[in-house]
C-alpha cells in the first residue's frame, strides 16, 4: 500500500464548479499536510499546508484534513481555467521529516 | 525574489552514459532537496542537505547517483552509468531551514530521457 494515494483523474469540470480533490494516507503519524498544483512541464508549487486535523481557507481555495479517517481535501470554489492543472496532495510526520507525495490528480477546467 | 533555479531543462542521453543536473536555490534557504517524478507519479526524495551536508539520502541509488553541495549554495547532482528507469524529471526544491520541511520552493526540472 502506497502512503499517499490519489485518483489520478483525469477531472474535467465546467468553470464556476466547485471542485472536490480527495487524497488518503496510511501513515497515522504523519501531522503536516500539504496542497501542491503543478502545471504541466513545471515544478509543484506550494498551495497552501495545514497541521493535523482541520480546515484552513486561502481565497477560493480549502483544504480539510480528518486524521481519524486518513482522509484529506481540497476545495475549489469558482473554478477557473487557470486551475487546470495537477494537484498533488503530500504529508509528513514533522516540519523535519521527508515528504511523501501522492501521484497526483489531474485537473481540467473547461470554460 | 528569484526562484530556484535548474539546467539543463532537458536532455537526452544513451543509456550507460553520464549525466549531471545543476541547482541553485532560492537567496538564504539552507535546505536543499532532489527530487525523481516518474511520469505519472509523486515527486520522491532522493537527496537532502542542510547547507553542505547531506540530512537524508535513504532513496539515492548511490551505485549510479551522486550529489554534492559544495559552499552551502548551488547543488549538482550525477548519473552515472545512466539507465532506461533513470528516465524522469529531477526536481530541485529548497526550503527557508530544514524544520520549513512543509513549504518547500521547486524549480522547474530538468527533463531527462534515456534512450
Known amino acids: 500500500q502506497k502512503e499517499v494515494e490519489q485518483d489520478p483523474g483525469p477531472l474535467s469540470v465546467p468553470e464556476g464548479a466547485i471542485v472536490s480533490l480527495n487524497c488518503t494516507y496510511s501513515n497515522s503519524a504523519f501531522q503536516y499536510f500539504m496542497w501542491y498544483r503543478q502545471y504541466s512541464r513545471k515544478g509543484p508549487e506550494l498551495l497552501m499546508y495545514?497541521?493535523?486535523?482541520g480546515n484552513k481557507e486561502d481565497g477560493r481555495f480549502t483544504a480539510q484534513v480528518d486524521k481519524s479517517s486518513k482522509y484529506i481535501s481540497l476545495f475549489i470554489r469558482d473554478s477557473q481555467p487557470s486551475d487546470s492543472a495537477t494537484y498533488l496532495c503530500a504529508g509528513t510526520k514533522t516540519s523535519y521529516d521527508k515528504v511523501i507525495f501522492g501521484p497526483g490528480t489531474s485537473l481540467s477546467v473547461i470554460p | 525574489e528569484a526562484g530556484v533555479a535548474q539546467s539543463p531543462r532537458y536532455k537526452i542521453i544513451e543509456k550507460r552514459q553520464s549525466v549531471a543536473f545543476w541547482c541553485n536555490p532560492i537567496?538564504?534557504?539552507?535546505?536543499l532537496y532532489w527530487y525523481q517524478q516518474i511520469l505519472g507519479q509523486g515527486p520522491k526524495l532522493l537527496i537532502q542537505?542542510?547547507?553542505?551536508?547531506?540530512?537524508?539520502d535513504s532513496q539515492l541509488p548511490k551505485d549510479r547517483f551522486s550529489a554534492e553541495r559544495l559552499k552551502g549554495v548551488d547543488s549538482t547532482l550525477k548519473i552515472q552509468p545512466a539507465k532506461l528507469e533513470d528516465s524522469a524529471v529531477y526536481l530541485c526544491?529548497?526550503?527557508?531551514?530544514?524544520?520549513?520541511?512543509?513549504?518547500?520552493?521547486f524549480g522547474p526540472g530538468t527533463r531527462l530521457t534515456v534512450t
Open positions: 495545514t497541521y493535523s486535523s
Open positions: 526544491a529548497s526550503s527557508l531551514v530544514m524544520g520549513d520541511g512543509y513549504e518547500q520552493y
Open positions: 537567496s538564504g534557504h539552507a535546505t
Open positions: 542537505f542542510q547547507n553542505n551536508g547531506v540530512v537524508d
